[in-house]
Structure formats: C-alpha cells, structure tokens
T-cell receptor, first 112, second 113 residues
Framework: RKEVEQDPGPFNVPEGATVAFNCTYS??????FFWYRQDCRKEPKLLMSVYSSGNEDGRFTAQLNRASQYISLLIRDSKLSDSATYLC?????????????FGAGTQVVVTP | NAGVTQTPKFQVLKTGQSMTLQCAQDMNHEYMSWYRQDPGMGLRLIHYSVGAGITDQGEVPNGYNVSRSTTEDFPLRLLSAAPSQTSVYFC????????????FGPGTRLTVL
C-alpha cells in the first residue's frame, strides 16, 4: 500500500467552477502536510501548508482530517492558470528531520 | 538569487556508464535532497543531507552516491547506469529540515539505453 494516495484524475473543470480532491495517508503519526503544485515538465512548488484547523489562501482551501487520515484541497473560481498537477506531501516520522512522502499527484485541467 | 540550479538538463547514457548530476543552491540552506520522479509514482527520496559533511539514505538509494563537502553543492553520482534509472531527477533544498518549504531545481531528464 502506498503511504500517500491520490486520485490521479484528470479533473476537468470549467473555468469559474469549484473543484475539490482528497489525499489519504497511511502513517497516523504524520505531523506535517503540504500541497505542492507541479506544472507540466516543471519542478514542484509549494502551494500551501495544511494546518490542523484548516487554512485558506485566496481561492485555495486546505483541510486536514486526522481521524480519517486524509487532507483535501478545494479550488474556488478556477482559472485556466490553475491547470496543473497537485501533489500531496506528508512528512515521515522516523526521525526529527523527517522524510517527505509524495503522492503521485492529481491532475486538474481547467477548460474555457 | 539563482535558487537551486541543476546541470545538465538532459542526459543520455549507455548502460554501465557513470556520471554526476550537479546541484547547487545559493540560499544558504542546510537541508538538501535528491528525488526521482517516474510516471504514475510520487517523487521518491534517493539521498538527503542535513548539512555539510552529513548525508543519509532515502527510500531508493541503491545505485547512487552523494557527498556534501560544502553547504552549496550536493552532487548525485550514478555509479553504473541501468535502464531502471531512466527518470527525471530533482534536487531540492530547504532552510533546515524536510518540513520547511522545499525549493526544487528544474530537474534533469536522464535516459539510460
């Protein structure tokens, strides 16, 4: 079983619509959670960290559900520029430095 | 700041050849790491370093060596290339730990024939 699992998509979203997707993680002791964005053939870049209380950054909202071991990302008012692959990232807990576990990504395609 | 730089951008090797992928950062970051990304799989950690002179293995270290003689540089050496090492390789750095924001280089696309 993968440590971090994501629906690969693609999620085809009309411009202006809302899209949401989840990521599940297997290690209940994980403490840090992130969403990274990766454009086609480019490097990943941090989109946002995910806090226990949930957090918003403009049109993006991230939630953490520890009981069910998943995090979610919601994008409101989708823009064409939101088309990308969204990587769920969870830290390992084997040592204080942590080792990040990456999901394979969820592809979002925003259409005009 | 240039951020994280990687060279080369593309490389084709024959089975058995060796080569070094270069990675450098100018942000004075302590934590540096190497990942490989294959289709349908998440990034997998190869090796990482928490500071000059300190390195450790990640999830998929076999066939790769690293060293960290300076804070800025973290080269990845392929000892004897195999087709299974065909992948996109990303170097990343962060301030002190893996849970700080990771800054990735542009990647090296490696093909082993």
């Amino acid at each position: 079983r993968k440590e971090v699992e994501q629906d690969p998509g693609p999620f085809n979203v009309p411009e202006g619509a809302t899209v949401a997707f989840n990521c599940t993680y297997s290690n209940s002791a994980s403490q840090s959670f992130f969403w990274y964005r990766q454009d086609c053939r480019k490097e990943p870049k941090l989109l946002m960290s995910v806090y226990s209380s949930g957090n918003e950054d403009g049109r993006f909202t991230a939630q953490l559900n520890r009981a069910s071991q998943y995090i979610s990302l919601l994008i409101r008012d989708s823009k064409l520029s939101d088309s990308a692959t969204y990587l769920c990232v969870v830290n390992g807990v084997t040592d204080s430095w942590g080792k990040l576990q990456f999901g394979a990504g969820t592809q979002v395609v925003v259409t005009p | 700041n240039a951020g994280v730089t990687q060279t080369p951008k593309f490389q084709v090797l024959k089975t058995g050849q060796s080569m070094t992928l270069q990675c450098a950062q100018d942000m004075n970051h302590e934590y540096m790491s190497w990942y490989r990304q294959d289709p349908g799989m998440g990034l997998r950690l190869i090796h990482y370093s928490v500071g000059a002179g300190i390195t450790d293995q990640g999830e998929v270290p076999n066939g790769y060596n690293v060293s960290r003689s300076t804070t800025e540089d973290f080269p990845l050496r392929l000892l004897s290339a195999a087709p299974s090492q065909t992948s996109v390789y990303f170097c990343a750095s962060s301030y002190t730990t893996s849970t700080d924001t990771q800054y990735f280089g542009p990647g090296t696309r490696l093909t082993v024939l």
